[in-house]
């Protein structure tokens, strides 16, 4: 759709700085801006989400020495955005709308990862006894604050996706900066 704006000449020439700079036209760079804000920021402002610094965060998180004080601050948490804000995402809360959910969540971190196995190789062994075929869900997610955090969001992610999937999730690695899981999902 053809539509015209006024836009402050300052904003213009940042845009067109950063088009330049992700080799991208203007329209396609504010196109994914606006597309960005109605599909998760707005929610994500409405929800009381604020941003803070990883050095806030390692300060913080730094000084919880109890692991059940972790563990119960992140399930807490996760149980809070499984029953909150995935609904306030989406109209119904369900393995799709929780994948969705967590790629829009992750984009807000340092760098994630997700990849998909459609689980091609038992297919047709699945098939043959008649059981549904899975998809397994890989997430990888860089934070850069440290092992607590790692440990917190850990047990948020057990608290928001186990209660959605009904199924237990995989952690294949957890580090002071990273943490790498995964789940399957019946299709």
Not at 8 to 20: D, F, R, V
Request: with cysteine; hydrophobic share 35%.
């Amino acid at each position: 759709m053809h539509s015209t704006y006024r836009i402050k000449e300052h904003i213009c020439k940042a845009l067109e700085g950063e088009s330049k700079k992700r080799r991208i036209t203007i329209s396609i760079l504010v196109n994914n801006i606006i597309d960005n804000y109605l599909n998760s920021e707005m929610y994500f402002e409405q929800l009381g989400f604020i941003l803070v610094s990883k050095d806030f965060l390692r300060k913080v998180f730094s000084k919880i020495e109890k692991a059940e004080d972790i563990e119960e601050f992140g399930l807490e948490l996760g149980l809070t955005m499984a029953k909150e804000y995935v609904s306030y995402f989406f109209p119904q809360v369900n393995s799709k709308s929780l994948i969705k959910y967590l790629d829009l969540w992750f984009r807000r971190f340092q760098s994630y990862q997700h990849r998909i196995d459609n689980d091609r190789n038992n297919n047709n062994q699945n098939n043959n006894n008649n059981n549904k075929n899975g998809e397994r869900h890989y997430f990888t997610v860089i934070h850069d604050i440290n092992m607590n955090f790692s440990m917190a969001l850990r047990t948020i992610l057990e608290g928001l996706i186990v209660p959605i999937i009904k199924n237990d999730i995989e952690f294949r690695n957890i580090t002071a900066s990273a943490i790498s899981f995964s789940f399957e999902v019946s299709r």
